[in-house]
């Protein structure tokens, strides 16, 4: 390459970096690559929230009886798209315990809440139309 071409290929570059084309041209590249970052963190944190609910799912049964007095609720799993057993979902204080649904114990202790909580129901019927 002769000197005279190299000068002119110095000189193109120096009026580009000088009218702000070249520098512009950075700036749009800079620019095209955060909104792509942007775009990919988005796609991230969608696909991450709607695996969360697997999180909360029951992928295995507790083979231990549960004891009826520390049952507070529970609350029925069925098999859907994020979750992939049946299971019943006792409510217990600081935690959740995960049961079969077709075993006979935890048939006996849905049954319990249920009674325990249409007992309730009858209580606070009675005290609202006893006061009023």
Do not use: W
């Not at 190299?6 to 955060?34: C, D, E, P, W």
């Not at 799912?57 to 799993?77: F, S, V």
């Amino acid at each position: 390459m002769s000197l005279s071409a190299l000068h002119h290929i110095n000189y193109y570059s120096l009026s580009l970096t000088q009218t702000g084309r070249a520098s512009n041209f950075g700036k749009m590249a800079s620019s095209n690559v955060r909104l792509l970052a942007a775009l990919c963190s988005l796609a991230i944190l969608i696909s991450f929230i709607g695996n969360t609910q697997s999180a909360s799912c029951c992928m295995r049964y507790t083979r231990r009886p549960l004891p009826y007095k520390q049952i507070m609720g529970y609350t029925i799993q069925t098999i859907n798209n994020s979750c992939d057993i049946n299971a019943i979902i006792f409510h217990v204080p600081g935690k959740f315990i995960c049961a079969d649904p077709s075993m006979k114990r935890t048939q006996q202790r849905m049954k319990f809440v249920d009674e325990m909580r249409h007992k309730k129901a009858l209580v606070t019927k009675e005290r609202t139309s006893t006061s009023g």
